[in-house]
């Protein structure tokens, strides 16, 4: 939040933090990677200009965070499972509104393959937010 703006001066070193921490689970309470969600939204807030460039790395990222929460059979409780999912979601309402519904037309062609309810029930909501 301090940051602002100026965090675009970071956005490729920042890039690379968010995208190891969103790979790895940090155990039970999953404090690491809610906190990176935290950050990521932060981030698209305000460096929202810089974002459609960064859109494919992301929007990979959060799909395969969102597949690794729904299919952990780990120690994690539910209820952080569905933080985490909710983190993610918002993150990419985020980021398809600064990249123009870009987010929404590359999500229509997973939806409509995917098998999954939870992955169906994230995708269903960033493509039902106007």
Same mark, same amino acid.
């Given at each position: 939040? +301090?940051?602002?703006? /100026?965090? @675009? +001066?970071?956005?490729? +070193? ?13 155990? $039970?309470?999953?404090?690491a990677r809610l906190g990176i969600l935290e950050?990521?939204? *932060? ?6 200009? +810089? =974002? $459609?460039c960064r859109l494919p790395v992301l929007l990979k990222a959060l ?11 780990? $120690? ?5 499972? @569905?933080?985490?999912? /909710?983190? @993610?979601?918002? *993150? ?5 509104? *600064? ?8 999500? /229509?062609?997973?939806? &409509? &393959?995917?098998?999954?309810?939870? =992955?169906?029930? *994230? ?8």
């Amino acid at each position: 939040h +301090r940051l602002g703006i /100026q965090i @675009a +001066r970071h956005l490729k +070193r920042l890039e690379r933090v968010i995208l190891g921490y969103l790979e790895i689970s940090d155990g $039970p309470e999953e404090e690491a990677r809610l906190g990176i969600l935290e950050t990521l939204q *932060c981030t698209i807030e305000h460096a929202w200009p +810089r =974002m $459609p460039c960064r859109l494919p790395v992301l929007l990979k990222a959060l799909l395969k965070m969102i597949w690794d929460v729904h299919t952990d059979q780990g $120690p994690t409780p539910e209820p952080v499972k @569905a933080v985490l999912l /909710q983190g @993610a979601t918002e *993150c990419l309402i985020l980021l398809d509104r *600064c990249s123009e519904g870009q987010v929404k037309v590359l999500l /229509q062609g997973v939806s &409509s &393959s995917c098998e999954e309810n939870c =992955m169906r029930g *994230c995708i269903r909501k960033v493509l039902e937010n106007t």
